[in-house]
């Protein structure tokens, strides 16, 4: 048998020839020298695993074989050719999923490239042109409520820019995208935050005259509490709203007791404190909450209902909901739903009247009762629209109260579905509480049928007329609003927050028809065009919130610390999620992202939403873990988290898993926020909205 033995190669001729120069055969041999490395070894090699020299046509331990020395082909595409993948690709994601596999169906025997190009950016083109043509009656007859028609997805962030509206740019690759679209975002925050504070002077040149201690036992510098009352009464006040900020203030100087009481300034500190507007801040928050709470249980002791009680009871509220207190948030709702029915200011789910029910005191001032009722009504029915939290009351009607109105205000666009009188009303509160008590009184309907009864059934006919009407309705009013009360930079930040809270509206009007693939095409029977269906409404919406956002963020300095307008972010991150197909869609992910992040340096709550999203973005594919990462190093740690303890709010995230099971008995279910050690954890829990099908 012919036995196959391994060719001997010729030893190396240069080796040779230096022993042979040098007349001494038996000299030692030359130290090793060390391994070549090369990129890519032949496949011959790669087989055997054995040392190749990389050596082009043939390498060394190929030579004189039978087998041919062949490489793979790493050179890679060139970047052009790069750019033309990433760009085919993000064409198709942006159509319909039929739509792209017609596409792959057309080009499938196409070997031109630039063919397939010029097919894929024509398509493009016309689904871009049809997208307008749809938004174009909404946007034509509702200049108001749809202000933003420009391509928002050419904006670009300067650096510490205030004044103009903007977006980051992406790069082609994802990778690359989510990486620079952090970088711009991020040299915007930091734009904003290396400016130098400049506090802000007080609303009222009367609080300069106020004796803190008048009303409260923590010991707390005068100018820092009327710092904190005046930043409140700006801020947040045009949109909250329950006490007349005139009386409240002249009683504040006077220590009078009649429009001020020590439990309703208390509670107002404690909501103001947690700003950060001062190293101290947060333990003086703490001791303001202790202080209110001890002045609450003698108030209820005693049985004393008045709108004084009735608005610290928000108070607290709000503060427990931005420290992520979500128990309390929910007992201090319900005292005041309580407290508001038995005063006969509205009437809330559940309410027996009786003789205990008290109709309204005549004795009692008309214009404290008006901020009162109609302020507790609109956030309540806030929380209970936006939140869906277990024990959440909705009131069953309106405030039986006219609508508080500027003096000066112009009525002759407004839709007067109420009574309203006139009151005088100080500069910074503007006319936005009016406007938002007749916004929320046409989501109160919505709420109490979506969410606190559930009898609609849904996919039927009358479901989507029930929710056309509605949208109809915030439509008019919209187109009531006089100029100070549009959506431009010249105004105050509260008309911009009203805005999104409008906008966000629409989203949950019409998300229950978004899990149904015929009724998000379904046409909306009072529009002329065809094309105006639910995913249209939806996507408009969607736009228009992200020209908020951006506008918001860039142009007032409360985006940092109020904390009213966030629900408009969760939505947003939502919606980006799940479609992921836009160009620049990262970009306005991370807007949202270190928007959460800029509030959680006041509001605790914030951090732990943000953890949740970042969780959400991360399993999706949303982000690199580099950029979770960065915005996890960018939230820190707060020096209250040690103060305050654990967190649970049961805000719901992930909307998508919001949507009605066939195995949950009618029960939705989502992401909620609980983190008892700062450690986010997100479960899926019922939630208190009972849909009917």
């Not at 060394?60 to 041919?68: D, H, V």
């Given at each position: 048998?012919?036995?196959?033995?391994?060719?001997?190669?010729?030893?190396?001729?240069?080796?040779?020839?230096?022993?042979?120069?040098?007349?001494?055969?038996?000299?030692?041999?030359?130290?090793?020298?060390?391994?070549?490395?090369?990129?890519?070894?032949?496949?011959?090699?790669?087989?055997?695993?054995?040392?190749?020299?990389?050596?082009?046509?043939?390498?060394?331990?190929?030579?004189?074989?039978?087998?041919?020395?062949?490489?793979?082909?790493?050179?890679?595409?060139?970047?052009?050719?790069?750019?033309?993948?990433?760009?085919?690709?993000?064409?198709?994601?942006?159509?319909?999923?039929?739509?792209?596999?017609?596409?792959?169906?057309?080009?499938?025997?196409?070997?031109?490239?630039?063919?397939?190009?010029?097919?894929?950016?024509?398509?493009?083109?016309?689904?871009?042109?049809?997208?307008?043509?749809?938004?174009?009656?909404?946007?034509?007859?509702?200049?108001?409520?749809?202000?933003?028609?420009?391509?928002?997805?050419?904006?670009?962030?300067?650096?510490?820019?205030?004044?103009?509206?903007?977006?980051?740019?992406?790069?082609?690759?994802?990778?690359?995208?989510?990486?620079?679209?952090?970088?711009?975002?991020?040299?915007?925050?930091?734009?904003?935050?290396?400016?130098?504070?400049?506090?802000?002077?007080?609303?009222?040149?009367?609080?300069?005259?106020?004796?803190?201690?008048?009303?409260?036992?923590?010991?707390?510098?005068?100018?820092?509490?009327?710092?904190?009352?005046?930043?409140?009464?700006?801020?947040?006040?045009?949109?909250?709203?329950?006490?007349?900020?005139?009386?409240?203030?002249?009683?504040?100087?006077?220590?009078?007791?009649?429009?001020?009481?020590?439990?309703?300034?208390?509670?107002?500190?404690?909501?103001?404190?947690?700003?950060?507007?001062?190293?101290?801040?947060?333990?003086?928050?703490?001791?303001?909450?202790?202080?209110?709470?001890?002045?609450?249980?003698?108030?209820?002791?005693?049985?004393?209902?008045?709108?004084?009680?009735?608005?610290?009871?928000?108070?607290?509220?709000?503060?427990?909901?931005?420290?992520?207190?979500?128990?309390?948030?929910?007992?201090?709702l319900k005292e005041a739903a309580d407290m508001g029915a038995r005063m006969g200011l509205f009437t809330v789910e559940g309410q027996v009247l009786s003789g205990a029910c008290q109709s309204m005191p005549i004795s009692e001032p008309r214009i404290p009762q008006m901020y009162a009722a109609w302020g507790i009504f609109n956030w309540l029915t806030l929380m209970s629209f936006f939140y869906h939290q277990p024990g959440i009351i909705c009131p069953t009607g309106s405030p039986r109260l006219p609508i508080p109105i500027a003096v000066s205000l112009d009525v002759s666009r407004m839709p007067l579905a109420h009574d309203t009188e006139r009151v005088p009303s100080p500069s910074f509160m503007g006319n936005t509480f009016t406007y938002a008590c007749l916004l929320w009184d046409i989501v109160r309907e919505v709420s109490w049928v979506y969410h606190a009864k559930g009898d609609l059934p849904w996919g039927s006919r009358s479901s989507l007329a029930f929710a056309e009407f509605k949208f109809r309705e915030l439509l008019a009013w919209s187109n009531g609003l006089p100029s100070q009360m549009e959506s431009k930079e010249t105004n105050p930040h509260h008309v911009h927050v009203l805005h999104l809270w409008l906008h966000a509206a629409i989203l949950d009007i019409f998300r229950p028809f978004m899990r149904d693939a015929a009724l998000m095409e379904r046409r909306l029977k009072t529009f002329a065009r065809t094309t105006t269906t639910p995913r249209t409404v939806c996507d408009i919406s969607t736009s228009q919130l992200k020209g908020l956002i951006i506008s918001y963020r860039v142009t007032y300095a409360s985006s940092s610390y109020s904390i009213l307008w966030h629900t408009a972010l969760i939505y947003v991150v939502n919606e980006l999620l799940e479609t992921m197909k836009e160009e620049n869609w990262q970009s306005y992910l991370l807007l949202c992202l270190y928007g959460y992040e800029r509030l959680s340096r006041s509001w605790r709550v914030a951090r732990a939403i943000t953890k949740g999203l970042l969780s959400m973005a991360l399993r999706r594919g949303g982000i690199s873990s580099g950029v979770a990462i960065r915005v996890l190093n960018a939230l820190g740690h707060s020096s209250s988290d040690q103060l305050l303890g654990g967190i649970r709010a049961t805000f719901m995230l992930d909307l998508a898993r919001a949507r009605v099971e066939p195995t949950t008995g009618g029960y939705r279910r989502g992401f909620w926020v609980r983190d008892r050690r700062m450690t986010p954890q997100m479960t899926a829990q019922p939630v208190i909205s009972r849909i009917s099908r």
């Amino acid at each position: 048998m012919k036995r196959h033995y391994v060719p001997i190669r010729p030893s190396n001729p240069v080796y040779e020839e230096r022993e042979l120069e040098r007349g001494d055969v038996s000299a030692p041999l030359e130290p090793k020298r060390r391994r070549v490395g090369v990129s890519v070894a032949c496949n011959e090699c790669r087989r055997k695993r054995i040392r190749c020299d990389g050596q082009k046509p043939v390498c060394t331990n190929c030579r004189g074989k039978i087998e041919s020395c062949q490489y793979r082909d790493k050179s890679g595409m060139s970047p052009e050719t790069k750019g033309h993948v990433v760009e085919v690709v993000q064409a198709l994601c942006q159509l319909p999923v039929s739509d792209a596999i017609q596409m792959l169906d057309k080009v499938r025997h196409e070997t031109d490239a630039l063919r397939i190009m010029s097919t894929l950016r024509e398509q493009t083109a016309l689904l871009s042109k049809e997208r307008s043509s749809r938004a174009q009656e909404l946007q034509s007859q509702n200049p108001t409520a749809y202000p933003w028609n420009f391509p928002l997805g050419t904006l670009t962030v300067s650096r510490g820019s205030r004044s103009k509206k903007s977006t980051p740019d992406s790069q082609n690759a994802p990778e690359s995208t989510k990486d620079s679209a952090s970088k711009h975002i991020e040299s915007l925050d930091q734009g904003k935050a290396h400016e130098k504070w400049h506090e802000p002077d007080l609303c009222d040149p009367r609080l300069r005259s106020v004796h803190i201690a008048r009303w409260s036992n923590v010991g707390i510098d005068n100018l820092l509490a009327v710092r904190c009352i005046s930043l409140y009464l700006v801020t947040d006040h045009p949109l909250l709203g329950h006490f007349d900020p005139e009386l409240f203030i002249s009683d504040l100087v006077s220590g009078r007791r009649e429009f001020c009481s020590s439990l309703l300034v208390n509670a107002l500190l404690y909501w103001a404190c947690v700003r950060a507007m001062d190293e101290r801040t947060d333990e003086l928050a703490l001791r303001f909450c202790a202080e209110a709470e001890s002045l609450w249980q003698d108030e209820r002791t005693n049985g004393n209902d008045s709108v004084l009680t009735l608005a610290a009871a928000e108070f607290l509220s709000l503060g427990y909901l931005g420290q992520g207190k979500d128990h309390s948030v929910l007992k201090y709702l319900k005292e005041a739903a309580d407290m508001g029915a038995r005063m006969g200011l509205f009437t809330v789910e559940g309410q027996v009247l009786s003789g205990a029910c008290q109709s309204m005191p005549i004795s009692e001032p008309r214009i404290p009762q008006m901020y009162a009722a109609w302020g507790i009504f609109n956030w309540l029915t806030l929380m209970s629209f936006f939140y869906h939290q277990p024990g959440i009351i909705c009131p069953t009607g309106s405030p039986r109260l006219p609508i508080p109105i500027a003096v000066s205000l112009d009525v002759s666009r407004m839709p007067l579905a109420h009574d309203t009188e006139r009151v005088p009303s100080p500069s910074f509160m503007g006319n936005t509480f009016t406007y938002a008590c007749l916004l929320w009184d046409i989501v109160r309907e919505v709420s109490w049928v979506y969410h606190a009864k559930g009898d609609l059934p849904w996919g039927s006919r009358s479901s989507l007329a029930f929710a056309e009407f509605k949208f109809r309705e915030l439509l008019a009013w919209s187109n009531g609003l006089p100029s100070q009360m549009e959506s431009k930079e010249t105004n105050p930040h509260h008309v911009h927050v009203l805005h999104l809270w409008l906008h966000a509206a629409i989203l949950d009007i019409f998300r229950p028809f978004m899990r149904d693939a015929a009724l998000m095409e379904r046409r909306l029977k009072t529009f002329a065009r065809t094309t105006t269906t639910p995913r249209t409404v939806c996507d408009i919406s969607t736009s228009q919130l992200k020209g908020l956002i951006i506008s918001y963020r860039v142009t007032y300095a409360s985006s940092s610390y109020s904390i009213l307008w966030h629900t408009a972010l969760i939505y947003v991150v939502n919606e980006l999620l799940e479609t992921m197909k836009e160009e620049n869609w990262q970009s306005y992910l991370l807007l949202c992202l270190y928007g959460y992040e800029r509030l959680s340096r006041s509001w605790r709550v914030a951090r732990a939403i943000t953890k949740g999203l970042l969780s959400m973005a991360l399993r999706r594919g949303g982000i690199s873990s580099g950029v979770a990462i960065r915005v996890l190093n960018a939230l820190g740690h707060s020096s209250s988290d040690q103060l305050l303890g654990g967190i649970r709010a049961t805000f719901m995230l992930d909307l998508a898993r919001a949507r009605v099971e066939p195995t949950t008995g009618g029960y939705r279910r989502g992401f909620w926020v609980r983190d008892r050690r700062m450690t986010p954890q997100m479960t899926a829990q019922p939630v208190i909205s009972r849909i009917s099908r």
